[in-house]
């Protein structure tokens, strides 16, 4: 397993940027595939985005296509979120996960998670 620490999150008015990170440690961090959810207050956590230990494919939520990038460098054992043109309804606890098999939209298609990172946009 690996052991993941997000960072990066804060406060950012609507239409900025953010970018969140998720450093992994653990020798196995370029086998695995890596996912971002959020969970809103009062709402069940969601994905966000995922991305295959190559980095070769991705997969995101509908509500943020166009908006958010994932990316990892294996050399770092880091994976990243670039979220552009932020809006109100963006406002979450970000989650880092990661899991040994394929790419997963569901929370239990992952089985480590990291501590989460809060992300808030004002209107």
């Known amino acids: 397993q690996v052991q993941l620490v997000e960072s990066g999150g804060g406060l950012v008015q609507a239409g900025g940027s953010l970018r969140l990170a998720c450093a992994a440690s653990?020798?196995?961090?370029?086998?695995?595939?890596m996912a971002w959810f959020r969970q809103a207050p009062g709402k069940e956590r969601e994905f966000v985005a995922a991305?295959?230990?190559?980095?070769?494919?991705?997969n995101y939520a509908d509500s943020v296509k166009g908006r958010f990038t994932i990316s990892r460098d294996n050399a770092k054992n880091t994976v990243y979120l670039q979220m552009n043109s932020l809006r109100p309804e963006d406002t979450a606890v970000y989650y880092c996960?990661?899991?040994?098999?394929?790419?997963?939209?569901?929370?239990?298609?992952?089985?480590?998670w990291g501590q989460g990172s809060q992300v808030t946009v004002s209107s």
């Open positions: 991305i295959s230990w190559t980095g070769g494919r991705t």
């Open positions: 996960a990661a899991d040994d098999g394929g790419i997963a939209t569901l929370e239990r298609g992952y089985t480590c």
């Open positions: 653990g020798r196995t961090f370029s086998t695995y595939v």
